[in-house]
């Protein structure tokens, strides 16, 4: 088995199916970006997939950052966090040089990071994650939470709000999965038009390896894409969305 050719093939067919969505709802496939979901992946793998042109990853947990941290170090790439983020490992999501997270979902996070950022003369772009499928399981702040969270973290001036992010339901049936961005969009839209000081609407963070397409319909401007790249993974979901592990 050629491992580069997999992988590069398996970028080339995403992007394909990238296009085709947008071709679909009239939309340019310049604005959705495709971020490689690198749970689990090696640094040597990843290498593989900056070689076919992609530089935007995801990690969902600080550890794996720090142990793939030199090795990519040479490579040019940005780096999201995308997994659920413990107060007390910031200090290292700013030391590995991590973009944006992904996955702001409470005050007291974005207090502490705030504290922290000030601290270090940094500031960060974000998105706030929410909960759009209503389970339990899934970290998220409640959509009807939102637009007063995202009110109460624009006086962080160290801290660039860029827009919402969602993990769509874990079902087969696309419909309903679809509802869920649909929700994500809505709230985008209102958060617009109540006109926040310090905040900004333009990313769109949801769709993965099995409903990208679905949205990019409803308006993903970043799809997380992992399984279809990379191959399954042999950990059960929880060890990817725990954080405190």
């Not at 319909?217 to 990379?230: H, L, P, Q, W, Y």
Request: with cysteine; glycine share 4%; hydrophobic share 35%.
């Amino acid at each position: 088995m050629n491992d580069k050719n997999d992988i590069q093939n398996n970028i080339a067919v995403i992007l394909q199916r990238i296009e085709k969505a947008c071709e679909s709802c009239n939309r340019d496939p310049k604005e959705v970006k495709l971020l490689l979901a690198t749970k689990t992946v090696t640094a040597e793998r990843i290498k593989l997939a900056f070689d076919a042109g992609q530089t935007l990853i995801g990690e969902n947990k600080v550890q794996e950052i720090k142990s793939k941290f030199n090795e990519l170090a040479a490579f040019p790439h940005q780096k999201h966090f995308i997994g659920h983020l413990q107060t007390n490992k910031i200090k290292d999501i700013l030391k590995y040089n991590v973009t944006c997270i992904q996955s702001l979902d409470r005050l007291d996070l974005a207090e502490k990071l705030q504290q922290r950022l000030t601290f270090e003369k940094k500031e960060i772009d974000v998105l706030v994650q929410v909960n759009t499928s209503a389970e339990e399981s899934k970290f998220g702040i409640n959509p009807e939470d939102t637009i007063e969270f995202i009110k109460q973290i624009s006086q962080f001036k160290n801290i660039h709000v860029k827009g919402l992010m969602t993990i769509g339901l874990f079902s087969a049936e696309t419909e309903k999965v679809r509802k869920c961005f649909k929700l994500l969009k809505s709230l985008q839209q209102e958060v617009i038009q109540q006109n926040i000081p310090n905040i900004k609407m333009t990313e769109l963070s949801m769709g993965m390896s099995g409903d990208l397409e679905a949205a990019i319909e409803e308006g993903s401007t970043i799809v997380r894409v992992g399984t279809a790249i990379f191959g399954s993974r042999i950990y059960p979901d929880s060890y990817y969305w725990n954080e405190s592990k």
